[in-house]
């Protein structure tokens, strides 16, 4: 497998606090990684520093084996960051035209347009006037118009509706399909766990998982046991942590989850303990339980 992008050790410390923290990990080429993590995780700052935007405290990062900024590096390299700014007094077309005329094999305007959905009549309009959708549906025809190998996207689906998020996931996927290496971030779990071939897991500017959305379900959470949260379910939840098959509980959407490594031998104990359960419920772990449950053990164990 050749090796995209190497972090080795590497940490940044902002003003004494540590917004990543000793992570090291590789991708390959031709993979779908997507970063997860709470607010605040450390993931922009990763990608800002696989993208040569900001140099790590300690530690290195390579790209193709070179250093982020190299030339070589930024040629094959394409990004849509957060915030999608764009040029004031420049018409859609003019963009793309002055952005492709930066790269030596830039993609096809008409195939570049096709493939972000912008209607080809959104050519003619000056890009501040475009709608937030629009506006990223042209962030991510800037981060093609290279033609990249390697492609970063922060958030990419934030503000998009259904149709052109499924547009933006087909899209990806025949990119990853021609050898392209991608890395995203998001916030919606499903996108990662459809998408994703592996999921980096952050949690306060560390690795908290590493695998493929199905290892990180399986790691945490064979299958899920909850309950209605009742009126003292403060009591039920304290009650519920003294049995010895249950490690720990949350609260989440009305419901009370049990973290457990047998969910037998917990309903067992609850139901022996006479404990008032109701509207029990065990289901298929899912990804958004797995990552709770990381990040609420990794908070619990600092
Ligand atoms: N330029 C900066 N100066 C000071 N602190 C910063 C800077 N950039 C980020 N931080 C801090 O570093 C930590 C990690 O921030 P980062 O933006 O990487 O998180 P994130 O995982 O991308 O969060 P989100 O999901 O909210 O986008 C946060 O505590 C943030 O306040």
Partial sequence: METVIAMNVVSKVFKG?????????KIYKGSITAILGPNGAG?????????????PTEGSVTIFGQHPKDKSVREKTGSMLQEVSVMDRLKVKEIISLI??????????????????????????????LSGGQKRSLGFALALAGDPELLFFDEPTVGLDITARRRFWEKVRGLAEQG????????????AEDIADRILLFNRGSLAADGSPDEIKARIVKRSLSFLQPADGLDLQQ???????????YYK????????????E??????????????VRIDQGRL???????TMNQEGAV
């Fill in 100 to 129: 492709s005329s930066y790269y030596q094999y830039p993609m096809d305007q008409k195939l570049l347009v096709e493939a972000t959905g912008l209607d080809p009549a959104d050519l003619n309009r000056y890009a501040e006037k």
């Fill in 180 to 191: 392209k290496t991608i890395l995203f971030t998001t916030h919606y779990l499903p996108e």
């Fill in 17 to 25: 606090k540590k917004a990543v923290d000793n992570i090291s990990f």
């Fill in 239 to 249: 009650k519920l942590l003294t049995l010895p098959s249950i490690d720990g509980c």
């Fill in 266 to 279: 917990a309903l067992r104990d609850i139901f022996t303990a006479g404990l008032p359960v109701k509207d």
């Fill in 288 to 294: 958004d339980e797995a990552f709770e449950q990381l």
């Fill in 253 to 264: 959407d009305g419901r009370i989850f049990v973290t457990t490594e047998d969910t037998d």
């Fill in 43 to 55: 993931k922009t700052t990763a990608i800002l520093m696989m993208l040569g935007l900001l140099e």
